[in-house]
């Protein structure tokens, strides 16, 4: 039978596709090269992999680095997606690319795509400029029938820019189906460390933020020591087919003993079972963190 397929319920996978991007910010903690992505026969090999090993329920998310930069992604890599998967897809990008890039995307990734991604970088966008195309983006997702998927906006808290934060909420409060994603300002690498907002910025975090504590997610979620299926129903998927648990394990990816192989060499193998969780800092979602309470219930 050669390798054992895995098939689960339910999966998740974090796919880094590239590390290239045509923007460069001080916050990113991604690898920056401009140029930097995989070899396009690469990228086939992996959604070939990626196909025999994961069967079932899978929501497939796609990353980068900046995803839309990447060659021949719209008009070779996504339709061979399509053909070879049934995988769901999200996907993020810094809104660089044209709209008509990314009316292309959606109309090929209609009937698979659950969520749609951007994210507000100031060294390139006015909140003026950020928040009309957003506009846009959303008209022609409706347009082209895809007015039940969401539309993510990703804003980072750094305090210089509340105020811009706050314009760019003002001008998209009102349309249908979008979020408001709204991340602490990390300062570090590993370990998650985030900047230590003083009591006024705090003050006007609660201002724009309505429906969950940003501060709270970032800093509570640890699960040092306690059992997690990530890496069973869980993947972190690096440019070159390196598979990882998680993001913890991926930002360590040069230390092989959290890797759980490649599926460029055929050697990708999932976890068996339920390991202890090493990490001082969690951003597994539900999928691995619902399992995780159910384990420390018993």
Same mark, same amino acid.
């Given at each position: 039978?050669?390798?054992?397929?895995?098939?689960?319920?339910?999966?998740?996978?974090?796919?880094?596709?590239?590390?290239?991007?045509?923007?460069?910010?001080?916050?990113?903690?991604?690898?920056?090269?401009?140029?930097?992505?995989?070899?396009?026969?690469?990228?086939?090999?992996?959604?070939?992999?990626? &196909?025999?090993?994961?069967?079932?329920?899978?929501?497939?998310?796609?990353?980068?680095?900046?995803?839309?930069?990447?060659?021949?992604?719209?008009?070779?890599?996504?339709?061979?997606?399509?053909?070879?998967?049934?995988?769901?897809?999200? &996907?993020?990008?810094?809104? &660089?690319?044209?709209?008509?890039?990314?009316?292309?995307?959606?109309?090929?990734?209609?009937?698979?795509?659950?969520?749609?991604?951007?994210?507000?970088?100031?060294?390139?966008?006015?909140?003026?400029?950020?928040?009309?195309?957003?506009?846009?983006?959303?008209?022609?997702?409706?347009?082209?029938?895809?007015?039940?998927?969401?539309?993510?906006?990703?804003?980072?808290?750094?305090?210089?820019?509340?105020?811009?934060?706050?314009?760019?909420?003002?001008?998209?409060?009102?349309?249908?189906?979008?979020?408001?994603?709204?991340?602490?300002?990390?300062?570090?690498?590993?370990?998650?460390?985030?900047?230590?907002?003083?009591?006024?910025?705090? &003050?006007?975090?609660?201002?724009?933020?309505?429906?969950?504590?940003?501060?709270?997610?970032?800093?509570?979620?640890?699960?040092?020591?306690?059992?997690?299926?990530?890496?069973?129903?869980?993947?972190?998927?690096?440019?070159?087919?390196?598979?990882?648990?998680?993001?913890?394990?991926?930002?360590?990816?040069?230390?092989?003993?959290?890797?759980?192989?490649?599926?460029?060499?055929?050697?990708?193998?999932?976890?068996?079972?339920?390991?202890?969780?090493?990490?001082?800092?969690?951003?597994?979602?539900?999928?691995?963190?619902?399992?995780?309470?159910?384990?420390?219930?018993?």
């Amino acid at each position: 039978m050669g390798k054992k397929e895995l098939s689960l319920k339910q999966t998740t996978i974090i796919w880094n596709m590239t590390y290239g991007c045509n923007f460069n910010c001080a916050e990113c903690f991604q690898p920056f090269n401009k140029d930097r992505h995989p070899p396009k026969q690469v990228v086939l090999k992996v959604i070939n992999e990626l &196909s025999k090993k994961i069967h079932g329920n899978c929501v497939l998310k796609l990353t980068g680095g900046e995803i839309f930069t990447m060659p021949n992604f719209v008009d070779e890599i996504i339709p061979y997606l399509i053909d070879k998967t049934n995988f769901r897809l999200t &996907s993020t990008t810094n809104l &660089s690319a044209s709209l008509k890039t990314y009316e292309s995307f959606l109309t090929q990734g209609k009937n698979r795509l659950d969520r749609f991604s951007v994210s507000w970088h100031y060294q390139y966008f006015t909140p003026k400029e950020f928040a009309e195309k957003v506009i846009k983006l959303r008209k022609m997702m409706d347009k082209l029938g895809l007015a039940e998927v969401l539309l993510k906006i990703n804003l980072i808290l750094i305090p210089q820019n509340f105020s811009k934060l706050q314009i760019i909420k003002k001008k998209l409060k009102s349309l249908k189906n979008i979020k408001f994603h709204f991340q602490a300002f990390r300062i570090s690498f590993y370990g998650r460390k985030y900047y230590k907002y003083n009591s006024r910025e705090r &003050s006007e975090i609660r201002k724009l933020v309505d429906d969950y504590s940003p501060l709270g997610y970032n800093n509570k979620r640890h699960f040092q020591g306690r059992k997690c299926s990530a890496g069973i129903n869980y993947f972190v998927v690096n440019p070159y087919g390196d598979v990882f648990t998680c993001h913890e394990a991926y930002e360590l990816e040069k230390n092989g003993k959290y890797a759980l192989g490649n599926l460029i060499d055929g050697t990708f193998e999932p976890l068996k079972r339920e390991i202890f969780c090493p990490f001082d800092y969690c951003t597994v979602p539900a999928v691995a963190i619902k399992n995780i309470v159910k384990l420390n219930k018993k």
